[in-house]
């Protein structure tokens, strides 16, 4: 593995449903991840068909004989469920996941994706702020005893849930952000769902730039018909009919100013790549489009000046 540059990792957003109902066994899975090039592979919840020591096992041996390890799960928690109940429910199949990893994620690294939870309408910002918060200082310690990171992502909408992020924007996002304090929680940065957000996708990352441990990538392309403008404006209310899936660094995400950032703060993390919604093709695409954007700016002697 190349040391230089920052590792890419790849998440079938295209086989989701396929995964979770069963129709596709997550070692079919493993076996096309391993043809994309890429370094690892990122898990989702309902791809496991267990959370058993020897199942999480096979599923590890399977991605390293494809030469790929597991360093990041993509949990879905929903903690802004205002009875007390729901809440410990979700931590507790938190905890089930961070001990997933524990078994799946190299040594050298592993996370486990939190959010705030659903933004249901009876739910105050103050409620909603404070039981994130409380939810996730819940089981650091626990996440940490089992060296697991727990990273935050600026989200739009897991697609099992029935309303958007409670912290979709970025104000609220921030807030829960600055309001926790440990080595073993940052930022996993998605430019995509920043875009969903009406955000600036640089200036959040500029904002959780000290706090960034991974990052999702995937592009958008806008529809015929439609301006970034009006994107905007519906997306803010939870439409998403303007924006296309499609090859990174092809759409509408400035990855050059993406990868200057990163590489001003010497990021060495998982990039990993939320896409492949039109085939297994465009994500491999999208690994070469990375590892080659890696290369450029972080390469020892080929690093580039700020602009």
Not at 106 to 113: A, G, Y
Not at 149 to 154: F, G, P, Q, R
Not at 285 to 300: G, I, N, P
Request: one cysteine or more; proline letters at 4%; a negative charge.
């Amino acid at each position: 593995m190349n040391e230089n540059r920052v590792r890419i990792s790849v998440f079938p957003k295209g086989y989701i449903d396929d995964l979770s109902n069963g129709k596709m066994d997550v070692f079919e899975w493993i076996e096309q991840a391993g043809t994309l090039g890429a370094d690892g592979m990122e898990m989702y919840p309902t791809f496991l068909q267990s959370t058993e020591k020897s199942y999480l096992e096979k599923v590890k041996q399977a991605a390293a004989s494809v030469n790929l390890v597991i360093p990041m799960m993509c949990a879905s928690p929903d903690f802004t469920h205002p009875d007390l109940d729901f809440r410990e429910k979700e931590m507790s199949k938190m905890k089930e996941m961070i001990d997933a990893m524990a078994i799946l994620g190299p040594d050298d690294f592993r996370s486990c994706r939190v959010l705030s939870g659903q933004r249901r309408p009876e739910v105050s910002r103050e409620e909603g702020i404070k039981w994130t918060i409380d939810c996730i200082n819940e089981l650091l310690p626990y996440a940490e005893s089992k060296r697991v990171h727990l990273v935050m992502e600026n989200h739009y909408k897991d697609g099992f849930w029935i309303y958007p992020e409670f912290a979709q924007k970025s104000d609220i996002y921030l807030e829960i952000v600055e309001g926790i304090s440990s080595d073993w929680f940052g930022v996993n940065f998605d430019p995509s769902n920043a875009v969903f957000a009406g955000d600036d996708p640089l200036a959040l990352l500029e904002n959780v730039k000290s706090r960034l441990i991974t990052m999702h990538a995937s592009d958008r392309y806008l529809k015929e018909g439609y301006s970034i403008k009006d994107i905007e404006n519906h997306l803010v209310q939870g439409y998403s009919e303007g924006l296309a899936h499609g090859v990174i660094g092809k759409g509408i995400i400035d990855y050059d100013g993406i990868f200057q950032l990163l590489a001003n703060i010497h990021f060495s993390g998982w990039i990993s790549i939320e896409d492949g919604v039109n085939g297994l093709g465009e994500m491999k695409e999208s690994v070469d489009f990375l590892k080659r954007k890696a290369d450029e700016y972080f390469l020892s002697g080929n690093r580039r000046k700020d602009h």
